[in-house]
């Protein structure tokens, strides 16, 4: 089992910036990829960003350049953060964490409200 705790969401005004952090702990592998996803109301669940143990990243479109992915690699507790400047209405949504280790070892954290005034 891998444990996953999420912080750093709140209500922001529209050209912000926010700071989500994610531990992972537990039966962590070493390779793994961990990220996060959002979900907006009446909206499907939406990659926002990952980032590999090696540091590889990858971005949906819309965030590229206005949020940042980054990772620390400790021996039991991996966290992984996403930095969200110049935040949008747009962005409002429930952010979760993931953490992946294969088909068998995908967790999900409880998930934080983002929200963006206009």
């Known amino acids: 089992q891998v444990q996953l705790a999420e912080s750093g969401g709140g209500l922001v005004q529209a050209g912000g910036s926010l700071r989500l952090s994610c531990a992972a702990s537990?039966?962590?592998?070493?390779?793994?990829?961990m990220g996060w996803y959002r979900q907006a109301p009446g909206n499907q669940r939406e990659l926002v960003a990952t980032i590999s143990n090696t540091g590889f990243a990858k971005y949906q479109y819309s965030v590229k350049g206005r949020f940042t992915i980054s990772r620390d690699n400790a021996k039991n507790t991996m966290t992984v953060y996403l930095q969200m400047n110049s935040l949008r209405p747009d962005d409002t949504a429930v952010y979760y964490c993931?953490?992946?280790?294969?088909?068998?070892?995908?967790?999900w954290g409880q998930g934080t409200q983002v929200t963006v005034s206009s």
């Open positions: 537990g039966n962590i592998f070493s390779i793994n990829v």
């Open positions: 993931n953490y992946n280790a294969g088909p068998s070892f995908d967790y």
